[in-house]
């Protein structure tokens, strides 16, 4: 199975480099400058969810250690709703490398 997902990407691989444009019309940018930017800007939205995504767990924690008995289940869902959050932002940073990485 494996291998007919690797045989689909490197097809698919290969045809989309038939499409690649090499510089764009209407100025100085060419599609490198403009991959550079999308990984720039993917790397910084990374460190900054990651790091707010750490301090709303930390902050989870905390609550989940003060509240009382009535409220421990809505806190416990705000953690792992954090976790999830965490999960996708990882999953889409990682979409967006794998379809940079095509081209």
Known sequence: MFKLISNTLNNFRGSVSLLAIEKLEGGSYNVDSIIKAIQTFSNWALRV??????????????????????????????????????VGIILAISIVNLI????
């Open 49 to 86: 969810g990651i790091a707010a995504a750490g301090v709303s767990l930390i902050v989870g924690f905390i609550l989940y250690a003060v509240v009382d008995v009535d409220q421990k289940q809505r806190v416990k869902q705000r953690i792992i709703q954090t976790m999830f959050g965490i």
């Open 100 to 103: 940079i990485d095509l081209f």
